[in-house]
């Protein structure tokens, strides 16, 4: 009877222990998202701060700051006309992994859709992307504050 009671109390936390396990790196595929190939940067910290001039309205791009997160760097890049912001660009983001890639494929237009809705950093987190969207609000809110909006 004791050896019963024991063994089901072993398998109950070892299924306890089993569950709360979250891998990170599943298959080591290193494969960035399409959506992020085309603005996605290096290493190398980008430039704080870039302009351009896009006609008469003043249009430009502030580049918010890298913000460090367990899974990797988040960096945004935000264009301001009419000081309003209309777009908002992923220039780093983790995709050392297909989870990471999944992830951020899900993630990253919801986070761009509120910021350009909220037009503020003030936008809900997405559920199952908690990292990322951290970075990408805190990175988003210091382009902001460059962008002096």
Same mark, same amino acid.
């Given at each position: ?23 990170? @790196?599943?298959?080591?595929? =290193? ?8 603005? *996605?940067?290096?290493? =190398? ?22 913000? @460090? =997160? ?18 908002? *660009? ?28 909220? *037009? ?20 988003? *809110?210091?382009?902001? @504050?460059?962008?002096?909006?």
């Amino acid at each position: 009877m004791r050896r019963a009671l024991l063994a089901v109390v072993a398998t109950a936390i070892g299924l306890a222990l089993l569950l709360s396990f979250k891998p990170h @790196d599943v298959t080591g595929a =290193t494969q960035p998202p399409a959506a992020l190939a085309q603005t *996605q940067t290096s290493a =190398t910290p980008a430039p704080t701060s870039s302009t351009s001039s896009e006609g008469s309205a003043g249009a430009r791009t502030v580049d918010g700051d890298v913000a @460090d =997160t367990r899974w990797g760097p988040v960096q945004v890049r935000i264009s301001v006309s009419g000081g309003k912001i209309s777009d908002v *660009q992923v220039l780093q983001a983790p995709n050392e992994n297909r989870r990471d890639v999944e992830i951020n494929d899900r993630a990253l237009p919801v986070l761009q859709e509120e910021a350009l809705s909220a *037009q503020s950093a003030q936008i809900d987190s997405v559920s199952g992307a908690t990292y990322t969207s951290d970075g990408y609000t805190r990175s988003l *809110q210091s382009a902001i @504050d460059r962008a002096g909006l």
